[in-house]
């Protein structure tokens, strides 16, 4: 990999218009599935100012906070992550 330091302007970049959160909470025992509140954040001050609220509202709780630049460009992830993806789920087998 290489890196090169580009002399960037960024005293005309512009914040996002658009962030979107993500709070995701378990339904039940910890082997259950987990739902998911998605949060469209417009008119926000900075990233910052997303960020705060989002840990506020997510208390403790898995989050991931994206913003967008369109509406067919991708989401580009700036924290977080989903639900953990490492639990084991034993489902007993039944006969008929």
Known sequence: MRATLLP???SEAE?????IVRL???LGSPHAAWAVDEWTIVDARDVLEVLEWANEAADGAP???FTQASAT???LRLLGEGPPTDVRVDIPLTSS
Do not use: H, K, N, T
């Open 8 to 10: 960037v302007d960024l």
């Open 15 to 19: 914040e996002p218009d658009v962030y």
């Open 24 to 26: 995701w909470s378990p």
């Open 63 to 65: 989050l991931e906070v």
């Open 73 to 75: 460009s991708p989401r």
